[in-house]
Each structure stands twice: as C-alpha cells, then as structure tokens.
C-alpha cells in the first residue's frame, strides 16, 4: 500500500504474546513537498482512526478483542526537522485519541540497487519482536455503522474505577444479612 491510498488500511499485525494490534501506515514519500506530504499523512491517520473507533477493526479481527491498538508509521525516508516536529503533532493527536504510537525507518536503498555507506555505530533502541500473526482484511472495506458500544475496545485497567454493586444485588444482601 502507499500513503496515497488514503482510504486503505495498509496492514494489521497482531503480536499474540504482548496482546498488541498493529494498524501501520506505510509512507513510501520523500519530504520534499512537505505540504501535500502533511496533508495526506493526516489523512491517512484520520482514516485509520475512523477504522478503529467504528468497531470496523472489531469486526474484521474478532480475536483482537481486548488487544492495546498502537498505530505505526513506517517512513521510507528520512524525516525533515519540520516533518518530524508534525509527526510529533500526530502523535499528541493519536495517544490523544487513546492508541500508542510507533514509529520507524525502513532502509529499501539496498534493494533498489543503491550503494549506501555503513555507518561506523548506530545507537538504536531495542526492538519489539514482530507480529506473530498476520491478517489481510480487505483494505477499501466499507466502515461499517456501528451503533452499538459493545463493539468497542475495553478500557485499559488503570482507567477503570471500581464499579458498585446493582441497586437490587445490594438490597438482596442487606436482606440477607438483616436475618
């Protein structure tokens, strides 16, 4: 997929063992029209956030139920310090609606038969092991009309309160232990 199919889903990785989804966005652009760039990355992100709040990602992928969704953008090219300070806008934007963001570079230099020198040492964080399983959901599915909240994600644990017992429950065991 590229980031000109802004109406595609790209791909959904699911990692079984850290219970993940990964919704990635490929961006196969470089940074030199930065606007037009923007302006389809934003509305790549949107698509996807549309995908996910629909209950569409639900229904395409029963087994992901409960799953944290993080959403990953995979860059092709090196990042502009004016694109990365609005990817970091995106990012506010994504964590903001409730997902985990990652991002990463992919080299394809060497496929495309481009000599590429080796850097000496590269500092780089320890990487989260791929998908272990992968779907293939139709991309240009229709979102679906999702009314019902069942088909939303659960809440993260640390948000949920503790919730007080029905009305009728708790006058049932007052009964009880009146007698």
Do not use: C
Request: no cysteine; aromatic share 8%.
């Amino acid at each position: 997929m590229s980031l000109r199919d802004v109406d595609a889903i790209d791909y959904i990785g699911v990692n079984i063992l850290f219970k993940r989804v990964y919704a990635a966005i490929f961006d196969d652009f470089d940074w030199r029209d930065e606007g037009v760039h923007q302006d389809l990355l934003t509305k790549k992100i949107d698509r996807y956030i549309r995908y996910i709040r629909s209950g569409q990602l639900l229904l395409d992928y029963p087994k992901v139920r409960g799953h944290e969704i993080v959403l990953e953008y995979v860059s092709m090219h090196p990042m502009t310090p004016s694109a990365l300070e609005f990817w970091k806008s995106r990012e506010r934007v994504i964590e903001g609606a409730g997902y985990k963001v990652h991002i990463r570079g992919v080299d394809v230099r060497h496929s495309l038969g481009i000599a590429v020198d080796k850097p000496e040492h590269v500092a780089a964080e320890p990487v989260e092991p791929p998908a272990l399983e992968v779907f293939d959901a139709d991309p240009y599915a229709r979102l679906a009309d999702v009314t019902d909240i069942s088909y939303l994600p659960p809440l993260r644990r640390e948000s949920r309160r503790p919730q007080a017992l029905p009305v009728l429950r708790r006058l049932a065991m007052r009964q009880v232990a009146g007698h």
